[in-house]
């Protein structure tokens, strides 16, 4: 039976909350998309007159398609070329979804979906439903096809997973702003001891490149490796600016909540670098050019003012 336009109007007054949590799950807006779409040809397949809870139906259908895309992913990411990082969402991107509490907030932040990388994809179901959605343990078994006590024993061992890495701090965009504009000034001053009194001692640098733009396939880690990998990466050369279309613009920004720097060329996102900021400075500096993953972010850049560029890098 054809969907009537009230059918429709149900599904998409549904889209903005299962994207959020197809994003949450996948770590990649492309295939947070597909997973919705998909969702949404199998509520046009249903017998919806029957279907008692739509809210329910669609988040199990979703769920359920995400875990599927999941074990699939992980057999891919064993043959991507370097590291794997999340798809970075800009400030005011609707697929962030709910940020009304510090859990939503943190279980959005790139810090915490590299984390949930560790995770088996039912735990990673567990504790998005669980943490950003405040959905009982007796939905989620329900969505799962688990018991509740079962729920209830992978959100803890899920959520102590999580909790091994670092506490974030919490940071408004005001003193995102003031982080990034300190961070860019230490990085382009040719010395690596500003930038070591910013970084935590055993910080990290990981850039994911996809194999289509160079990046280190080790991390960097420690002070001192990291801030002289960052000295390097913002010298000027003629082989960086022809490899990045030109000289980027770098601008002050948020990514999944936390202080980012986001490279343009012509309008173009080319980089996006996540800041991890704790009580001791900046733990992980994560940076993502891959242009695969960056194609969101250049759509929603067009669409805001952001004024003038920090700085000019390479």
């Given at each position: 039976?054809p969907?009537?336009a009230?059918d429709?109007?149900?599904?998409?007054?549904?889209?903005?909350?299962?994207?959020a949590?197809a994003?949450r799950?996948?770590?990649?807006?492309?295939e947070?998309?597909?997973?919705v779409?998909?969702?949404?040809?199998?509520?046009?397949?249903?017998?919806v007159?029957r279907?008692?809870?739509?809210?329910?139906?669609?988040?199990?259908v979703l769920?359920n398609?995400?875990?599927?895309?999941?074990?699939s992913?992980r057999a891919?990411r064993?043959?991507?070329?370097?590291?794997?990082l999340?798809?970075?969402?800009l400030?005011?991107?609707p697929?962030?979804g709910?940020a009304?509490?510090a859990e939503?907030?943190?279980s959005?932040?790139?810090?915490?979906l590299?984390?949930?990388?560790?995770?088996?994809?039912?735990e990673r179901?567990?504790?998005?439903?669980?943490?950003a959605?405040?959905?009982?343990?007796?939905?989620i078994a329900?969505i799962?096809?688990?018991?509740?006590a079962?729920?209830q024993?992978?959100?803890h061992?899920?959520r102590?997973h999580?909790?091994?890495?670092?506490a974030?701090a919490?940071?408004?965009q005001?003193?995102a702003?003031r982080?990034?504009?300190?961070?860019l000034?230490a990085?382009a001053?040719g010395?690596?001891e500003?930038?070591?009194?910013?970084l935590?001692?055993?910080?990290?640098s990981?850039?994911?490149?996809?194999g289509?733009?160079p990046a280190r396939a080790?991390a960097f880690?420690?002070?001192?490796a990291?801030?002289?990998?960052?000295?390097?990466?913002?010298r000027p050369g003629e082989?960086?600016?022809?490899?990045a279309g030109?000289?980027?613009?770098l601008y002050?920004s948020t990514a999944?909540?936390?202080?980012a720097?986001?490279?343009?060329?012509?309008?173009?996102?080319?980089?996006?670098m996540c800041?991890e900021?704790t009580?001791e400075?900046?733990?992980a500096c994560?940076?993502?050019?891959?242009?695969d993953?960056?194609e969101?972010?250049?759509?929603l850049w067009?669409?805001a003012?952001?004024?003038?560029?920090?700085?000019t890098?390479?």
């Open positions: 039976m969907l009537t009230s429709v109007d149900r599904f998409e007054a549904a889209r903005p909350r299962l994207e949590i994003y799950l996948l770590g990649s807006a492309g947070a998309e597909d997973a779409q998909e969702t949404f040809l199998r509520w046009q397949a249903a017998d007159d279907v008692e809870v739509p809210e329910a139906w669609l988040t199990k769920t398609l995400c875990l599927n895309l999941l074990t992913a891919r064993e043959t991507y070329v370097g590291q794997w999340p798809e970075p969402l400030a005011g991107d697929m962030l709910p009304d509490t939503q907030r943190e959005v932040s790139y810090a915490v590299t984390l949930m990388e560790r995770l088996s994809p039912s179901a567990v504790y998005v439903l669980r943490e959605f405040g959905y009982p343990h007796r939905d329900e799962l096809d688990i018991t509740e079962a729920s024993q992978i959100f061992r899920a102590k999580v909790a091994d890495g670092r974030r919490e940071i408004d005001a003193a702003r982080i990034v504009e300190e961070f000034a990085a001053s010395r690596i500003p930038l070591v009194r910013l935590t001692e055993d910080a990290v990981i850039g994911d490149g996809g289509k733009v080790k880690e420690g002070a001192i990291v801030a002289k990998f960052l000295r390097g990466l913002f082989a960086k600016r022809a490899l030109g000289a980027p613009e002050a999944n909540g936390d202080p720097v986001v490279a343009v060329v012509n309008g173009r996102v080319v980089g996006v800041l900021v009580a400075g900046i733990a994560r940076n993502q050019v891959n242009p993953k960056l969101r972010a250049t759509a067009a669409l003012d952001h004024g003038k560029p920090l700085a890098a390479f």
